[in-house]
């Protein structure tokens, strides 16, 4: 039991994260080479061709993609994160007429697949006039009933007790929610977050089918069309955008580490 603990359990760790980190590296590392040599399978750098990412951020209009992704996922993130407590908050506390076949409906929208719903859908939001607009590229992505689903499991376990405290010292039902539980709400509002901002950093369908209006465009459609864009495609400036675009993802995760990890302890204690 101590030789595995010592040596093949810390051993396995650190293959299992380098497999994980070696396409990573090799985006980095094939990123950086010319034109001519993009391809090689060389695993160690023969040349930092850094022109590459100065074209994929001046020639390919990037910034301007980058800028939309951060207001459709950052906003979607925010109030869905709003929305979803509340909903799962009533769920978990409130009684009214119908609310477990409400729920069971919500949740029956999970086994959808979006191929089904994508042209409804449609059709709807152009129906509404929200066509190549960014109401059109967030609205429609904030309701999920994964978010609600987790957030009501989560109030369902939360202490009534720290509710009750809070009505004594004279908070609203409102005042209680957002001053109490939601706060508290660490342990399932960074995972979330982070599933949240990554799904709609790297959708791509929805925003192609929503928007005709280059300006609108977000990151997966910008990549797509640096690699179909045309009868020639300059993979090295493709591969940097893409290492340009993982920035985020990987700026956010860093951020809320330290966060996912405490609200992991704390469900772990509660």
């Known amino acids: 039991m101590r030789i595995n603990q010592r040596i093949i359990l ?14 990573i590296y090799l985006l980095v590392i094939s990123s950086l080479r010319t034109e001519t040599n993009v391809f090689d399978f060389n695993l160690l750098p023969t040349g930092f061709a850094f022109a590459n990412f100065a074209d994929a951020w001046i020639g390919s209009g990037l910034p ?20 979803h407590a509340m909903s799962g908050y009533a769920l978990a506390r409130f009684r009214f007429p119908g609310k477990t076949v409400m729920f069971a409906w919500m949740l029956s929208t999970l086994m959808v697949p979006f191929a089904v719903i994508m042209i409804p859908l449609y059709l709807i939001t152009k129906n ?6 960014y109401a059109g590229l967030i609205i429609p992505s904030i309701f999920n009933a ?19 405290a809070g009505y ?11 001053r109490l539980a939601l706060p508290l709400s660490v342990p399932i509002v960074v995972p979330l ?26 990151v997966q459609q910008k990549l797509a069309h640096l690699v179909g864009g045309g009868y020639f495609t300059p993979w090295n400036v493709v591969l940097a955008a893409a290492v340009i675009v993982a920035i985020p993802t990987f700026v956010l ?18």
Do not use: C, H
């Not at 810390?10 to 396409?23: C, E, H, K, R, Y």
């Not at 301007?64 to 929305?83: D, H, K, P, Q």
């Not at 509404?128 to 607009?133: D, E, H, M, Q, R």
């Not at 004594?168 to 957002?178: C, P, Y």
């Open 10 to 23: 810390p051993s396995v760790a650190v293959l299992l994260g380098l497999a994980m980190i070696f396409p």
């Open 64 to 83: 301007r993609t980058i800028v939309n992704s951060l207001i459709v996922s950052g906003t979607v993130t925010v109030v869905a994160m709003i929305f």
């Open 128 to 133: 509404l006039g929200l066509a190549n607009s």
């Open 146 to 164: 994964y978010g609600i689903f987790l957030f009501r499991q989560f109030y369902m376990d939360f202490p009534k007790e720290l509710e009750e």
């Open 168 to 178: 004594m010292e004279g908070l609203s039902l409102a005042g209680t929610f957002f």
């Open 193 to 218: 977050t982070i599933g949240f901002f990554l799904t709609n950093w790297n959708a791509y369908m929805w925003p192609l089918i929503i928007t005709q209006d280059e300006n609108l465009w977000v």
């Open 253 to 270: 995760f860093f951020v809320a580490q330290k966060y996912l990890v405490e609200g992991i302890k704390m469900s772990g204690i509660k």
